[in-house]
C-alpha cells in the first residue's frame, strides 16, 4: 500500500499531538507518509521536536508543486477560517484525522464533511451530523442528533447534549457544556467549564454556571 504524503498546519502542542495521531492510525493501517509542519510563525527548518521540520508558511503551501493532503492543528475558529479560505493550491486535499480510539455509537447514522480532527477518547452518539474544519479535542463528546457546522473548535471535555444544533466558528473552553436542544449559532465563544442552559447569540462571550452573557 502507498502511503499518501501529509502535512500539519500549525506546530505547537496540537500539532505534535496531531502527528501522534498519525503515527497510531499508521500502526493499525500504514496510510501516512508525515513530511511536516507548515506554520506562519516559526522559521522555516526549524525541527519540532522528532516529529519533522517546519516547511514553510501559507505561501509556500500555495507553492506545493505535488499533491499533499493537509491536517490543521489550530486552536482559533477565525484564524482556522482564515487559512483554509487562503490556500488556493489545486493540489492540496483535506483528509478528516480520526483517532483510533475515536467511538462512533452507529456509524450508519454518522455524517462528517472534510478536514476534521478528532483526537483520543471523543465520542458521537446516534445520528450525528459533522460539517468540515472542526478540531475536537480529547474526550469531547457529542449525544444523539446533534448536528455541527464548520470550523468549530471544541477543547477537552467539552460536552454537547442531545439535539443540540450548533453553526459555524464557535469555541467551546475546556469541560464546558451545553444542555440538550440548545442552538448555538455563529462566532459564539463558551469559556471554560461553562454550563450552556439557554440559545446563544451570534459573536457573543458566555461563561459561568448557569452560562451568562460577557459585556466586553
Request: with cysteine; charged share 15%.
Amino acid at each position: 500500500m502507498i502511503k499518501k504524503k501529509i502535512a500539519i498546519y500549525g506546530a505547537g502542542g496540537f500539532g505534535k499531538e496531531v502527528a501522534c495521531i498519525l503515527n497510531l492510525i499508521n500502526e493499525k493501517t500504514p496510510t501516512w507518509d508525515f513530511v511536516g509542519f507548515f506554520d506562519d510563525g516559526k522559521e522555516k527548518g526549524l525541527q519540532i521536536s522528532h516529529f519533522g521540520k517546519i516547511l514553510g508558511n501559507l505561501q509556500d503551501l500555495n507553492d506545493w508543486p505535488e499533491k499533499l493532503s493537509v491536517a490543521f492543528a489550530v486552536g482559533s475558529p477565525a484564524i482556522l477560517y482564515k487559512l483554509v479560505n487562503s490556500i488556493k493550491n489545486p493540489n492540496i486535499n483535506f483528509p478528516n484525522i480520526i483517532h483510533p480510539e475515536a467511538f462512533f455509537a452507529d456509524k450508519a447514522s454518522f455524517s462528517i464533511g472534510q478536514g476534521n480532527v478528532i483526537v483520543r477518547g471523543c465520542s458521537f452518539s446516534c445520528d450525528v451530523s459533522i460539517g468540515s474544519f472542526n478540531q475536537f479535542n480529547s474526550i469531547s463528546a457529542l449525544a444523539h442528533d446533534v448536528k455541527v457546522g464548520d470550523f468549530n473548535v471544541f477543547m477537552p471535555l467539552s460536552r454537547i447534549s442531545g439535539e443540540t444544533t450548533i453553526g459555524n466558528q464557535n469555541f467551546f473552553g475546556i469541560g464546558s457544556v451545553v444542555l440538550q436542544c440548545i442552538k448555538i449559532g455563529n462566532n459564539t465563544r463558551i469559556g471554560a467549564g461553562s454550563l450552556v442552559m439557554r440559545n446563544t447569540q451570534d459573536g457573543q462571550h458566555y461563561f459561568g454556571m448557569p452560562a451568562k452573557k460577557l459585556n466586553l
